[in-house]
Nanobody, 125 residues
Framework: QVQLVESGGGLVKPGESLRLSCAAS????????IGWIRQAPGKEREGVSC????????YYADSVKGRFTISRDNAGNTVYLQMNNLQPEDTADYYC??????????????????RGQGTQVTVSS
């Protein structure tokens, strides 16, 4: 059974950091692209970052480039999202997802039904 479970969210102040984890089961995580999607209240889903299967090439939305880093632990079947210099506009529910393709295609990744339950990130002073 395919399962994705996120953790690591929380309440932080502007400028602080969080690391989100996405633990996968039921499929080999390194074979497929894994993305992080976020959705803020009243806003559409946004594809934040993605790591492709096999070669591990990465994608970042312009809004997080230079602040967020995605990585993958193949042995642990886990993908991480290191988020530095968090800002209030980063406040959202964060989900990891896969569309079971090799490369990152954010339009399909954002709409994929294969995603976890989400973890909440709140950035507030």
């Amino acid at each position: 059974q395919v399962q994705l479970v996120e953790s690591g969210g929380g309440l932080v102040k502007p400028g602080e950091s969080l690391r989100l984890s996405c633990a996968a089961s039921g499929f080999p995580l390194d074979y497929y692209a894994i993305g992080w999607i976020r959705q803020a209240p009243g806003k559409e889903r946004e594809g934040v970052s993605c790591i492709s299967g096999r070669d591990g090439s990465t994608y970042y939305a312009d809004s997080v480039k230079g602040r967020f880093t995605i990585s993958r632990d193949n042995a642990g079947n886990t993908v991480y999202l290191q988020m530095n210099n968090l800002q209030p506009e980063d406040t959202a529910d964060y989900y990891c997802a896969t569309d079971f393709t090799l490369f990152c295609v954010m339009s399909t990744m954002t709409a994929s039904e294969y995603r976890g339950q989400g973890t909440q990130v709140t950035v507030s002073s």
